[in-house]
């Protein structure tokens, strides 16, 4: 069983940036992909980016290439979100999320295991 555990929300202004963080214990790390979702308030859960086992290949949704970058220390057990030049739009709830089979990055059901949640609110 894995745990995840996100932190590093907060409320920013717009254009600003902010890191997001995934702890994860209770598996082996290195063997999982490890993805980060979003969701808006009123909205339905959406993918924002993914990095894989070794090679490490990355993946984002459209609305976030080249102002997210996300990333993975295998020896801390943690997964990075760079969140740069954020918008309003960008104000979600945030997810960690892990999986064994990565058959569509994009689908959260591929997605076995969850953290919490942390906020991030982007003031205009």
């Known amino acids: 069983q894995v745990q995840l555990v996100e932190s590093g929300g907060g409320l920013v202004q717009a254009g600003d940036s902010l890191r997001l963080s995934c702890a994860a214990s209770?598996?082996?790390?290195?063997?999982?992909?490890m993805g980060w979702f979003r969701q808006p308030p009123g909205k339905e859960r959406e993918f924002v980016a993914t990095?894989?086992?070794?090679?490490?290949?990355?993946y984002f949704a459209d609305s976030v290439k080249g102002r997210f970058v996300i990333s993975r220390d295998n020896a801390k057990n943690t997964v990075y979100l760079q969140m740069n030049s954020l918008k309003p739009e960008d104000t979600a709830v945030y997810y960690c999320?892990?999986?064994?089979?990565?058959?569509?990055?994009?689908?959260?059901?591929?997605?076995?295991?969850w953290g919490q949640g942390t906020q991030v609110t982007v003031s205009s």
């Open positions: 999320a892990a999986t064994r089979s990565l058959h569509s990055y994009s689908d959260y059901r591929q997605y076995n295991y």
């Open positions: 209770g598996g082996t790390f290195s063997s999982y992909a």
């Open positions: 990095i894989t086992w070794v090679p490490s290949i990355t």
